[in-house]
């Protein structure tokens, strides 16, 4: 069968009526569901979360200080300029990798749906699955992938901005308001890698999208768990403890000042 009779069956229903359309489970609506909600409402807890140890919320911090001692160091910004090249090149890599892994989720889409029900390992686990349904969760983890990559290539040209930007600041030796310069490179150089971090989070939920062909409740238990290990990696971490340490210290620093 191919793509297109299969589409036209799915249309029209099996027994040729137009009464007897494909319905999910709602085992999978309410795995879909919870899946869509801790994505959601988990990206902006990690972002704002008023938590000691929260790595975004040290990392702001220590993101600010970086850009006043860009403008106060006798370096002439190219150490700076290096380490944004270097996230600039891990953002690139990035983008490419999950470019070619959306080409090859976007090539399995082309493929015979009934072929999914009889070979591979999807089949192991699928049994019975309407090969519509299979496709579903397929473009699931393609929406993640997506998510992921528009992330990347944004977290790209926000940090080539960032390089104009601290490009284009005062030297030490002009006449300058050094809390408004900050304040202008932090609002560049933060959402940036911001976009870049959330870029890196979505391979979690791509993780727990892939489950979703291991059955629903496989799916729900892989979204809980991979959404567990994100709020712990950002949260209670030794990072995330160091991260808080190193905070303090900027803020015991600007106390002395």
């Not at 399995?108 to 579903?136: E, H, N, R, Y």
């Not at 040209?157 to 809390?179: F, H, M, T, V, W």
Request: proline share 4%.
């Amino acid at each position: 069968m191919s793509n297109r009779q299969f589409f036209a069956t799915v249309g029209a229903g099996e027994t040729g009526g137009g009464n007897d359309r494909p319905k999910m489970p709602l085992e999978d609506i309410g795995a879909i569901a919870f899946f869509l909600l801790v994505w959601v409402s988990l990206e902006p807890w990690l972002e704002y979360t008023k938590r000691k140890n929260s790595i975004p919320r040290n990392m702001e911090a220590i993101r600010r200080a970086w850009m006043r001692e860009v403008l106060t160091r006798d370096t002439n910004f190219i150490g700076d300029a290096a380490i944004l090249g270097h996230t600039i090149n891990s953002a690139s890599f990035f983008a490419s990798a999950n470019l070619l892994v959306i080409m090859a989720v976007a090539g399995s889409l082309s493929i015979d749906p009934a072929s999914f029900s009889k070979t591979g390992l999807i089949a192991t686990f699928a049994g019975d699955t309407p090969a519509w349904l299979l496709q579903t969760k397929i473009l699931l983890v393609f929406g993640t992938l997506l998510r992921g990559l528009s992330d990347f290539v944004w977290a790209v040209r926000q940090l080539n901005y960032c390089l104009a930007a601290i490009g284009s600041s005062p030297s030490k030796n002009e006449d300058r308001d050094l809390d408004a310069w900050t304040d202008a490179l932090t609002s560049v150089v933060n959402p940036a890698l911001r976009t870049f971090s959330k870029g890196v989070r979505s391979y979690y939920f791509t993780f727990a999208a892939i489950l979703w062909f291991l059955g629903p409740w496989v799916f729900c238990v892989g979204t809980l768990l991979s959404a567990s290990l994100m709020v712990w990696r950002h949260t209670s971490s030794r990072t995330a403890h160091g991260l808080s340490r190193i905070h303090d210290l900027i803020e015991a620093q600007k106390s002395k000042s």
